[in-house]
């Protein structure tokens, strides 16, 4: 691995996660992650990518402390990865493909922001948490008055930037992108990367960036890894990905860019 351990926002060592389905004869185990190393330093988007089953989606959840893994460790900023919400509150966030998943269509923009303080930053009271989220709003592009908009008066590239804010709000030190473009037009993808790349720079978070959309990757990667049935068959600089990809997997996903 490219990033030293001390160094690295999030670090998996040797994982393996295996899901098992059926009964009797028809019982079958399929190893969804299989001995994967990885790491992301701060301020680096590490892009991952693969074909569906590959193993990203489980990939995603064992970084987001959401599944532990059978086998192999798995540190965030350098320690052991706890699976209480308590522990990791504000330390983790994600920005997932659809903003309703995570926006909820009863509550105005400015609550659903402000939802991850109320847990990560009690030290904060209701009027010091709603000037932090328009402060976030106007981070992202979007005028703070937004805060009184229900979601479904947004439009799809506005709630993905609320969806960001609502990420960024209590200065998270990794954050997972799972397909957070992949639903949006050309046009408005580029705003999204480009704010990415742009906050990325400025807050110095680490991010994994799960995605089916390659040119999306080449864009706000710094490195990229490559997932097969499990296995990690390939880590690389962006650039170097794109001009000389090494393993055959990785060439057969570049003919479709």
């Given at each position: 691995m490219s990033v030293a351990a001390e160094n690295a926002v999030l670090e998996m060592r040797g994982v393996s996660v295996s899901f098992t389905s059926g009964a009797g004869a028809k019982r079958r185990t399929v190893r969804a992650m299989n001995e994967v190393s990885l790491s992301v330093a701060p301020g680096e988007t590490l892009g991952l990518v693969g074909e569906s089953g590959s193993?990203?989606?489980?990939?995603a959840a064992v970084a987001l402390g959401l599944r532990a893994p059978d086998s192999?460790?798995?540190?965030?900023?350098?320690?052991p990865m706890s699976r209480s919400r308590r522990?990791?509150?504000g330390k983790i966030q994600a920005v997932l493909q659809h903003p309703h998943w995570s926006l909820n269509p009863r509550r105005r923009v400015g609550e659903s922001v402000r939802e991850p303080l109320?847990?990560?930053?009690?030290?904060?009271?209701?009027e010091q948490q709603r000037t932090r989220v328009g402060e976030m709003l106007e981070h992202v592009g979007l005028n703070p008055g937004?805060?009184?908009?229900?979601?479904?008066?947004l439009?799809?590239?506005q709630r993905q930037r609320v969806s960001v804010?609502?990420?960024?709000?209590?200065?998270?030190?990794?954050?997972?992108?799972?397909?957070?473009?992949?639903?949006?037009?050309?046009?408005?993808?580029?705003?999204?990367?480009a704010l990415i790349r742009e906050l990325q720079q400025q807050h110095r978070f680490g991010a994994l960036?799960?995605?089916?959309?390659?040119?999306?990757?080449?864009?706000?990667?710094?490195?990229?890894?490559?997932?097969?049935?499990?296995?990690?068959?390939?880590?690389?600089?962006t650039a170097q990905f794109f001009a000389a990809p090494s393993h055959p997997y990785s060439q057969q996903l570049l003919e479709t860019l």
């Open positions: 193993g990203k989606t489980t990939t192999g460790d798995v540190r965030l900023l350098g320690r522990a990791t509150a109320t847990v990560a930053r009690r030290d904060l009271d209701r937004f805060a009184d908009r229900y979601p479904h008066e439009s799809g590239g804010a609502r990420a960024l709000v209590t200065e998270p030190r990794f954050i997972v992108f799972d397909e957070a473009v992949s639903a949006l037009d050309v046009a408005v993808q580029m705003q999204i990367l960036f799960i995605s089916h959309d390659l040119g999306a990757v080449q864009r706000v990667a710094d490195r990229v890894a490559v997932l097969f049935r499990g296995d990690l068959v390939e880590t690389a600089g």
